[in-house]
T-cell receptor, first 119, second 110 residues
């Protein structure tokens, strides 16, 4: 099946630094990638949708200057948390939508997530 | 390699039917199993299961975990068209990884 990886799996950083998280589709091309943040009680919040080669579409309330998203290729999207603060500590999950998967066209596949801890 | 497998991949039923969705897992460490319903923006959390044999219920939805069989089921009774969605199963392996299954696409016909 289709695999989405995230790197790093976890990161601890100091307040004020920037952190980059990568999301890769390993065996398929992803025209669209989604970035989610997981909150307490397991709820997921969609942060932004990125299409390859174009600017990301951010959800209301998500600061685009703080959460920089780049989708430079059909297999890679990056989320950079700039000037991270402790309140940014969270679990960030990406998912990738395949361009074409035969019987399951436009299906989404989720990455394993990245745990960010800002000290 | 950690993995979560859901079945069936897709399902079409009529309103009023009862459906059972399956999730099996093979993971190195298990902390909890999560069920989500995905319609639009983001998957909506349904249940978190940590102990075997204890059924969790929310309205017409219920779920149970079998740690011996490394599996869980999600039941939906008296289905409605509004239940049409993708149902995702995920396993929190503790610490730094949540493994999602590919999902079951449910379509409920009126």
């Amino acid at each position: 099946g289709a695999v989405v990886s995230q790197h790093p799996s976890w990161v601890i950083c100091k307040s004020g630094t920037s952190v980059k998280i990568e999301c890769r589709s390993l065996d398929f091309q992803a025209t669209t990638m989604f970035w989610y943040r997981q909150f307490p009680k397991q709820s997921l919040m969609l942060m932004a949708t990125s299409n390859e080669g174009s600017k990301a579409t951010y959800e209301q309330g998500v600061e685009k200057d703080k959460f920089l998203i780049n989708h430079a290729s059909l297999t890679l999207s990056t989320l950079t948390v700039t000037s991270a603060h402790p309140e940014d500590s969270s679990f960030y999950i990406c998912s990738a939508r395949a361009a074409l998967t035969g019987g399951r066209k436009n299906e989404q596949f989720f990455g394993p997530g990245t745990r960010l801890t800002v000290l | 390699e950690d993995k979560v497998v859901q079945s069936p991949l897709s399902l079409v039923v009529h309103e009023g039917d009862t459906v059972t969705l399956n999730c099996s897992y093979e993971v190195t460490n298990f902390r909890s199993l999560l069920w989500y319903k995905q319609e639009k923006k983001a998957p909506t959390f349904l249940f978190m299961l940590t102990s075997s044999g204890i059924e969790k219920k929310s309205g017409r939805l219920s779920s149970i975990l079998d740690k011996k069989e490394l599996s869980s089921i999600l039941n939906i009774t008296a289905t409605q068209t509004g239940d049409s969605a993708i149902y995702l199963c995920a396993v929190d392996t503790g610490g730094f990884k949540t493994i999602f299954g590919a999902g079951t696409r449910l379509f409920v016909k009126a």
